[in-house]
Each structure stands twice: as structure tokens, then as C-alpha cells.
Nanobody, 125 residues
């Protein structure tokens, strides 16, 4: 499984970014895809998830009402639209997939067993 994130960068406080993650292992047939983030010296933090078939979304409190996760099944791509960004949102954002194998890192109701390399988001004036 190969997940490739893009869309990170430097943005001013209050600004927006849209992250993308492409699954390049053929057609994704897993249960869900999600986004996590990790700031320097901090633990990896769950951000949001989307059920791949249902499109149902789940959010951590940190992104609720500011972040929107979506997916394009035909493009095997998941997105994270982030609005009203603050310096506390600065982190490496990682895409993850629940392939349905039943093992991995648990967050919300999914188990993530594949990870991308991440894309850096810096929120600063």
C-alpha cells in the first residue's frame, strides 16, 4: 500500500489549506481512510476519518467545525480541508488507511495499518 500526501505548506493564522492523499495500490477497498498529525516532540494525534463506502465522517475535537474530510473514490483520494488555522495546527499531517485486515493503530472506530510519509503544515505569521 502506498499513500502519498500533498498540499502542505506555510499559511498565515486564519488561513486555509487543502491536503490530499492518493492511494496508489490500485482500487482502495478498505474500510476507511483518515488523517493524523504529529507536532515536534508530541505524540501522533488523530484528526479525522471517513468511511470509504459510506462516506460517514468522524472528527477529533481539535478539528471539529474547522476541518472537513472528504473522498473521491474514483480517484482513490482523500482530502482534508482545513480552515481557520492556528499555530497550534502546525504539524506533519499523515494519511492512513484501514485496509480491513483487523490490526493496526486504533482511532475512533478504525484500525489503521498503512501510513503515508506526511506533509508539513506550518501556520505562522
Amino acid at each position: 500500500v502506498h499513500l502519498v500526501e500533498s498540499g502542505g505548506g506555510l499559511v498565515q493564522p486564519g488561513g486555509s489549506l487543502r491536503l490530499s492523499c492518493v492511494y496508489s495500490g490500485g482500487t482502495f477497498r478498505g474500510r476507511a481512510m483518515g488523517w493524523f498529525r504529529q507536532a515536534p516532540g508530541q505524540a501522533r494525534e488523530y484528526v479525522a476519518a471517513i468511511g470509504w463506502s459510506s462516506g460517514d465522517t468522524l472528527y477529533a475535537d481539535s478539528g471539529k467545525d474547522r476541518f472537513t474530510i472528504s473522498r473521491d473514490k474514483a480517484m482513490n483520494t482523500v482530502y482534508l480541508q482545513m480552515n481557520s488555522l492556528t499555530p497550534e495546527d502546525s504539524a506533519v499531517y499523515l494519511c492512513a488507511a484501514d485496509s480491513g485486515e483487523g490490526s493496526g493503530t486504533g482511532a475512533a472506530k478504525y484500525l489503521y495499518d498503512s501510513w503515508g510519509q506526511g506533509t508539513q503544515v506550518i501556520v505562522s505569521s
